[in-house]
């Protein structure tokens, strides 16, 4: 797993213009905690793309009640939201934006889960772990 310093200020100014309309006042410190916070009923854990320069990836996803490891080729989006949904969490994506930056890959999705519409969003090295983790923290601040 990359750790990055997140500058909070390229983050805010990578966010699509709709997220940033809706955050407008927030300074950047308070837009990624409202946005892009780990906190939540799901965590990702162990985190490997692939070695092989391929597609492929390895996630290990933390719930409440236990751990789920997730092995895909492809889609990052699909494989998250499958194995999502086969844990309770019905998540669609209703739009997706990335941007790579300085910083990483800035990833921001705004998801609808069990009736409710919020944007997720993330900063890593990786722009498929960048998903997997905006995909989470838009999961999460929707509660779950």
Known sequence: MTILTLDTDSFLAAAPKGL?????????????????A?????????????????????????FADGLRTVAASGSPVAALTSALYDEGYPVEILQFH????????????????????GWGAAMAGDSAESTLRAMIAGVNRLGG
């Open 20 to 36: 940033r309309a809706e955050s407008a006042g927030l300074t950047p410190t308070q837009f990624h905690d409202r946005y892009g």
């Open 38 to 62: 780990d906190s939540g009923p799901i965590r990702l854990g162990d985190w490997s793309p692939a070695r092989t320069g391929g597609a492929e990836f390895t996630a290990t996803l933390e």
């Open 98 to 117: 990335q941007r790579r930056t300085a910083d990483g890959t800035a990833t921001f999705v705004q998801c609808e889960c069990n009736g409710r519409r």
